[in-house]
């Protein structure tokens, strides 16, 4: 019998008798599932994987397996019928230009010169990064039956179904693709929902490797200005209405660069305001697994709250791993959802089936929730190393908003200060930072620099790192 079909087969066997077992009680263990059954460890352990993956058991290493607790019934699906004149609509008679420029993510894409303290990152450094975990993890998973062979287009089941239940809500597995990292899902999102010359609403200061996605298949980005508490409903409703636009691209967690979190009382604004213009959001979703060791609860992704399909969510787990473990989702449901899926189809294929097993073999195993809470405090020290040693060594740099959350920090500089000549400064100094005019889709309010706290070994480091950058502000503002 092949592995394939003996999996199915019991995880199909142990889902008939889950009715014999109260919520929480213990299900046999899998010695004893290999004797009764006859099939081997890893047939047992991949059943089990399966049935947790669905919601039905909860394992817990070095315990057993055990009935899970009913779920929450989720929330019936809304009215979806609105997105077929959002697809279809082009009111845009004049083509923008496709200009692809890379400069604004190979800033923090590029590795520095030798001995440069690399402020400028956008991954954590090898030292925070679970290497051990995720190698142990592509080890098992290429050893798990059919690990080389074709996966579904949509992704393996199993993981769809994960990045399901971490976003909650309406969002089923059934609505999840998993894509090949975040900004091939951005790709896909923006392809999909806008068509060449059309305008796309997106925060400001915002993301560059967004604004280049953008650019790259000939849509104007209009800015929305962000402030702490997020992106504003009404400049976001009068964008609307001035541009005619369908898509809002946004972060409404630990924004990049500005670290702010959609305040509670704007999530409904925001959700209603695009339903309102028969327009979709785009819910970047890059950082929820950076979360400091000092933050309150995190608020639910605006796709959980969302019914009516007007989300079209992007999660990524490279941001909480290392650059190269490119794996995220799309989430979206209605007629959208095809649209997505064929794009991808055409993109990419599919993601390799070897870095889906072990996706599904990191996040669950006992490793994963360790290496998130290490990750949490190490953050919140760096954090706070870099905010102390800024205004000890720079009081001249204003920093409106310390995140909880995220890897960066994003001062204002003075006003008349050179983005170009700071960083062209701290360079020689032996920093590396990055210019915030990168950020803007039009002329930026002030100059601004982005400060990650993430990329470095350490906070001696970061030490070092502002002593430098105070030597390049003596140089260039005297």
Known sequence: MHERSSVDELAEQLRRELDRYSPGGKLPS?????????????????ALAQLAAEGLVVTRPGAGAFRARPRATAAPAGDTSWQEVALSADGAPDLVPRSVDASGVLVSLAAPPPGVIEFNGGYLHPSLQPERAMAAALSRAGRRPGAWGRPPMEGLPELREWFARSVGGPVTAAG????????????TALRALAPPGAPVLVESPTYPGMLAIARAAGLRPVPVPVDADGVRPALLADAFRATGARVFVCQPLFQNPTGAVLAPERRGEVLRIA????????????????????????PRPLAADDPDGVVVHVSSLTKATSPSFRVSALAAHGPVLERLRAIQVVDTFFVPRP??????????SAAWPRHLRAISVALRARRDAMTAALRLHLPGLALPHIPSGGYHLWPRLPDGTSESALTAAALRAGVAVTPGRPYFSAEPPAGHLRL????????????????????AWDEVLG
């Open 30 to 46: 899998s010695r004893a599932l290999v004797e009764r059954f006859r099939v081997s460890p890893v047939t047992v352990s991949r």
């Open 176 to 187: 999840v693709l998993v894509t090949a990292g975040g900004q091939s899902a951005l790709t």
């Open 275 to 298: 339903r309102e213009a028969g327009a979709f959001v785009v819910e970047d979703d890059f950082v929820r697994r950076l979360v400091h060791e000092d933050a309150g609860p995190l």
């Open 355 to 364: 870095l889906q097993e072990a996706t599904l073999e990191l996040v669950g």
């Open 452 to 471: 990650s706290f993430a990329a470095v070994a350490g906070t001696g480091e970061i030490t070092e790192g502002v002593r430098r950058l105070r030597a």
